[in-house]
Structure formats: structure tokens, C-alpha cells
T-cell receptor, first 114, second 112 residues
Framework: NAGVTQTPKFQVLKTGQSMTLQCAQD?????MYWYRQDPGMGLRLIYY???????DKGEVPNGYNVSRLNKREFSLRLESAAPSQTSVYFC?????????????FGEGSWLTVV | DAKTTQPPSMDCAEGRAANLPCNHS???????VYWYRQIHSQGPQYIIH???NNETNEMASLIITEDRKSSTLILPHATLRDTAVYYC?????????????FGKGTRLSVIA
């Protein structure tokens, strides 16, 4: 069982380039999330989607856009990459965003902006 | 959501119990305590959660003090594979609340 799948796993971008991180879950979850994790730091929430058709900003949304394409897929786009966006990106999903629901994470996407 | 305080790092001998503390002195009555862990470079993994009563599952036990101002995650027989960063998170259990917010956690090193 795949769970949460992210692509690509590794990417190097030049400053100013754009790219989209793809995420898909096969657990029929309503809620999906994008986090970033910088070296030695905890996870910080970028954007989330409580349900299909809705998206909301998290702690650090600047420089990113998201699309909840359908119930399964939630993509994260960097329109003009900056070195400060070098990080590991984690996509996650949960049944919904109410009480006690476990959040399941993907394996991460390593992004380097040079 | 209430703030949590965890020690930055801990060591534990392999085969012994690992007891990871978390302080959440401002917790309110409807906030759950969640524990996740992150093994190096992987996505975080859910461990356990609870509201008032102690909880146990196949991975760990969660002990919450009677006043709910602190809790302890117990890994009964730590192995080298339990080396990870452990996150204690407090969150209100209601629809419309924001998703889990992760702090810096406790880095547990299990030593052979």
C-alpha cells in the first residue's frame, strides 16, 4: 500500500526557476498538507487543504502556491525559486482535520536552489 | 493550542525503557496530547495520542499527569531503530482547528 507518494524525491533548481512538487494519497483522505523542514529545525506548515476544493495558508506560505486537483492530489508550486526555499518538503494527509486523526507523511522531497 | 516544552536531547541504553518528558502547563480541557517521531530524513510517524487517561499501543505508552500539565512517552524496550526526533504536540480536538504544528522535539539517541 503506497500511502502518501511525493515526486520528485530530489531536485536542483536555479534561482528564478519554477517547479511543482506533486503529492498523491490513496487512503481516501479529505485533508492534505505541505510542510517544509530546514536543517536542524522542526516542520513548518506551508499550506493545507481541509477538504477537496479548499486551501488555506499555514505558517510560511510566501513564495508558494498550491492546488488541490482532486481528492487524491495536492500539488505545491514554486513560481520563482529562491535559495531560502532550499529545504526538505513533506506532503501529508489525514482523514479530516478534526479530533484525533493520524496524519500520514510522505517520504519527502529534497529541493536545492542554487 | 497550548505550547509544549521538551528537552532537546536524551540518551537511552538499548533494551532499557526510554522515558521522554513533555511539559504543557497551559493545556486546556479539550486539548489532546499527540506524539510523533521522525527517523532521520524520513517523514514523521504517528506514535500515540491521549486526552486524560493513560494510553498504550504496540509502539509505546503515554502517561498523562492528573493535572494534565505534563506527559511522558515511554518506549518500553528501546532499540537502535528508535533513534529519532520525538515531537510532543498539543491540539484542540475540533473541526476547523488548524493542523498539527511541530516544534523542535527531543532527539533520542539509543546507544548499544
Amino acid at each position: 500500500n503506497a500511502g502518501v507518494t511525493q515526486t520528485p524525491k530530489f531536485q536542483v533548481l536555479k534561482t528564478g526557476q519554477s517547479m511543482t512538487l506533486q503529492c498523491a494519497q490513496d487512503m481516501n483522505h479529505n485533508s492534505m498538507y505541505w510542510y517544509r523542514q530546514d536543517p536542524g529545525m522542526g516542520l513548518r506548515l506551508i499550506y493545507y487543504s481541509a477538504s477537496e476544493g479548499t486551501t488555506d495558508k499555514g505558517e510560511v506560505p510566501n513564495g508558494y502556491n498550491v492546488s488541490r486537483l482532486n481528492k487524491r492530489e495536492f500539488s505545491l508550486r514554486l513560481e520563482s525559486a529562491a535559495p531560502s526555499q532550499t529545504s526538505v518538503y513533506f506532503c501529508a494527509s489525514s482523514e479530516d482535520w478534526a479530533a484525533g486523526n493520524t496524519i500520514y507523511f510522505g517520504e519527502g522531497s529534497w529541493l536545492t536552489v542554487v | 493550542d497550548a505550547k509544549t516544552t521538551q528537552p532537546p536531547s536524551m540518551d537511552c541504553a538499548e533494551g532499557r525503557a526510554a522515558n521522554l518528558p513533555c511539559n504543557h502547563s497551559t493545556i486546556s480541557g479539550n486539548e489532546y496530547v499527540y506524539w510523533y517521531r521522525q527517523i532521520h530524513s524520513q517523514g514523521p510517524q504517528y506514535i500515540i495520542h491521549g486526552l486524560k487517561n493513560n494510553e498504550t499501543n504496540e509502539m509505546a505508552s503515554l502517561i498523562i499527569t492528573e493535572d494534565r500539565k505534563s506527559s511522558t512517552l515511554i518506549l518500553p524496550h528501546a532499540t537502535l531503530r528508535d533513534t529519532a526526533v520525538y515531537y510532543c504536540i498539543v491540539r484542540v480536538a475540533m473541526e476547523g482547528n488548524t493542523p498539527l504544528v511541530f516544534g523542535k522535539g527531543t532527539r533520542l539517541s539509543v546507544i548499544a
